[in-house]
């Protein structure tokens, strides 16, 4: 009699790293959710698409707690991938996973602490350069100012700016512009395959992106709360 030998199906495992953004919870809860709620109204595409987690280390106490955050960022469209900052008994199946041992990671922002300015001056804004390749997964924000990238944007990646951004290079990932200082923002680009454009609020994915503006230099404003994508 001869031995038949039957293999089963081959499975195949991979070791592989995301980068999340991490909200960090602050309370009172509803003062916290005021400001969130003025973020998005100036940048709703922000979390399209990202994996988000939650730091609920110094904001939940109980069980109870934990699950007022999650409903309450579920009702903004944010759909978590895992918590941070919490002990086990405050999770269950039906929350978002556990996670332990983050790491910090290419996320660059200007964050910088103006003086109070005196009676009736303006604010000066605060502006960023950035002399390199904006790579997948990474994030430049600058809430101060304009942001200007002398070399491309990897798909995957975004630019966050108060002011304008101006790209010398391939837009291929996020632009997202006017944040703080609102319709006045524009983006500019020397070639256009942006996954998403947006100024003072107002965003277009890349798939109501007309394609022969595709590889094009362009010019990104707003006019009557609509979004103009103009070749240069």
Not at 79 to 105: F, H, K, N, Q, Y
């Amino acid at each position: 009699m001869n031995a038949v030998s039957q293999t089963g199906p081959s499975i195949r495992f991979r070791g592989r790293s995301f980068t999340a953004m991490t909200l960090v919870a602050d309370v009172p809860l509803q003062a916290w959710l005021a400001d969130f709620d003025i973020w998005l109204q100036r940048s709703p595409g922000f979390f399209n698409g990202r994996t988000v987690v939650l730091d609920l280390a110094d904001s939940a106490q109980t069980k109870a707690d934990v699950e007022r955050w999650i409903g309450e960022l579920a009702k903004r469209g944010i759909r978590l991938i895992g918590l941070e900052g919490v002990r086990p008994s405050m999770v269950d199946a039906s929350m978002p996973l556990l996670l332990r041992g983050g790491r910090d990671t290419s996320l660059t922002i200007a964050d910088v602490a103006v003086p109070p300015a005196e009676p009736r001056k303006p604010v000066e804004p605060v502006n960023m350069l950035v002399e390199r390749r904006v790579r997948s997964g990474q994030s430049v924000v600058c809430l101060e100012g304009d942001v200007t990238i002398i070399g491309s944007v990897g798909a995957g990646s975004e630019i966050i700016a108060g002011g304008s951004i101006h790209v010398y290079g391939t837009l291929a990932g996020r632009a997202i512009a006017g944040a703080t200082f609102g319709a006045s923002a524009q983006i500019f680009c020397t070639r256009l395959e942006a996954e998403l454009l947006a100024v003072d609020g107002i965003y277009r994915t890349a798939e109501d992106i007309d394609n022969a503006l595709r590889g094009k230099a362009v010019r990104v404003s707003t006019a009557d709360e609509t979004l103009q994508i103009t070749a240069l």
